[in-house]
Structures are given as structure tokens and as C-alpha cells.
């Protein structure tokens, strides 16, 4: 397996323009994640995802979107990009623990991050 | 609301030597508590977790960490540290107990570990 895979590993962006972040995952997992890393600001929620067809705001939403077709995969898109969107993005996915088991319950797997500059 | 803190932004130890990594909590109902590691421009990568059972954890690479309810918190601990054990820890807790099953997580700042030779 490849686990959860980005795309670029690195992209520079004017103001103003649009771009979409990839994120695939061949784990077969039903919940998706998109985080961003600010230094000394730990990881923060963006959107997130409980299965195809199903999206939700996390935290930090404002100029982004989403979208989830499929099982594996979940863009996130930027429509105009600012500067206060300079960050390192970070896709996660989890799997859902087996129901009715005392414990059962998964961690999140990364993606190696996309790490967005905005000039 | 759900929270996670990290009183330290950096720890420093010597190889060989014990180290702690702190972390504390703040939750409605029982909580489900998670380390990560993130080496330098890498994605994180899970260590350990709790959500019932014995309050020693032990994971990966081996770190430990020890569930302390009545202080609330989930210190990540490890007996002799190496240098490559340097990098970026993150501790999380899930959000939103109860019925609510989406997992995300809310995360600490982060605490930068070095250990020196």
C-alpha cells in the first residue's frame, strides 16, 4: 500500500490565483482529513470527510473547499489565494475500528504534506 | 470545548538519559488521547494512542506514555533516549465524544525534542 499520498510537494502562488491540493489514499478508509501546520501553531482542522459524498467545515474553512467523489480521494481547492494561506497542508485518513470491540478505535495516517507558499 | 496543551516547546536531553514529553487535557467525557512524531519535512507519524484499558501505553520506537486521570494527562516518556528520536511531538485528543464518531482530532503545538550525543 501506498497510504495516503500528496501532490505537488511544493507549489508558489501569486494572489489571487487558484490551485487544487491532491490527496489519495488506497487504504479503503471511510474518513478523510485535510489539516494545516503553522509554525508553533500545531495542526489545525480545514475540512474533513465521513465518506464519499459527505463533507463538513473543520476549524479553519474560510477560502477553501472540497470535494469527496470517491472512497480514495479528497482535493482540497484553493479559489483565491492569499498570502495568510502560506502554510504546510497535511491529508489524513482513518479507518473505521471494528464495531462492538472495547478499544477499537484508529488513528489517523498521513500524507507527507504539500508545502504552499503565497506571494 | 476540547483541548490539548503542551506546556514545552523544547525539550533538551542527553542520549542515554530518560526523557518526558508533557501533555495535558481538557475533555468532556472519557478521553481518546494520541502521540505523533514529525521528522524534519515529513508528515506525522503515530506513535501511540489511548482509549481504555491500561493507563501504561506502549508504542512505537519505545515510547510510552502514561494515562493520569486525576491529573489530567498522557505524558509521552521514553527510558534512554537516542539522537534520532529529534523531532517534532505532537500530542491530540479526539473531538466531540459521545455519539459524534468523525475522529478529528484537535492537536497541541507541538514540543521540539533534541537529544544531544
Known amino acids: 500500500n501506498a497510504g495516503v499520498t500528496q501532490t505537488p510537494k511544493f507549489r508558489i502562488l501569486k494572489i489571487g490565483q487558484s490551485m487544487t491540493l491532491q490527496c489519495a489514499q488506497d487504504?479503503?478508509?471511510?474518513?478523510m482529513y485535510w489539516y494545516r501546520q503553522d509554525p508553533g501553531m500545531g495542526l489545525k482542522l480545514i475540512y474533513y470527510?465521513?465518506?464519499?459524498?459527505?463533507?463538513d467545515k473543520g476549524e479553519v474553512p474560510n477560502g477553501y473547499n472540497v470535494s469527496r467523489s470517491t472512497t480514495e480521494d479528497f482535493p482540497l481547492r484553493l479559489e483565491l489565494a492569499a498570502p495568510s494561506q502560506t502554510s504546510v497542508y497535511f491529508c489524513?485518513?482513518?479507518?473505521?475500528?471494528?464495531?462492538?470491540?472495547?478499544?477499537?478505535?484508529?488513528?489517523?495516517?498521513f500524507g507527507p504534506g504539500t508545502r504552499l507558499t503565497v506571494l | 470545548a476540547q483541548s490539548v496543551a503542551q506546556p514545552e516547546d523544547q525539550v533538551k536531553v542527553a542520549e542515554g538519559n530518560p526523557l518526558t514529553v508533557k501533555c495535558t487535557y481538557s475533555?468532556?467525557?472519557?478521553?481518546?488521547l494520541f502521540w505523533y512524531v514529525q521528522y524534519p519535512n515529513r508528515g506525522l507519524q503515530f506513535l501511540l494512542k489511548?482509549?481504555?484499558?491500561?493507563?501504561l501505553v506502549k508504542g512505537s520506537y519505545g515510547f510510552e506514555a502514561e494515562f493520569n486521570k486525576s491529573q489530567t494527562s498522557f505524558h509521552l516518556k521514553k527510558p534512554s533516549a537516542l539522537v534520532s528520536d529529534s523531532a517534532l511531538y505532537f500530542c491530540?485528543?479526539?473531538?466531540?465524544?459521545?455519539?459524534?464518531?468523525?475522529?478529528?482530532?484537535?492537536f497541541g503545538q507541538g514540543t521540539t525534542l533534541q537529544v544531544k550525543p
Open positions: 489524513a485518513s482513518r479507518g473505521l475500528g471494528l464495531a462492538g470491540v472495547l478499544g477499537a478505535y484508529n488513528e489517523q495516517f
Open positions: 487504504m479503503n478508509h471511510n474518513y
Open positions: 470527510s465521513v465518506g464519499a459524498g459527505i463533507t
Open positions: 475533555v468532556s467525557g472519557n478521553p481518546y
Open positions: 489511548y482509549i481504555t484499558g491500561d493507563n
Open positions: 491530540a485528543v479526539r473531538d466531540m465524544p459521545g455519539n459524534s464518531n468523525t475522529g478529528k482530532l484537535i
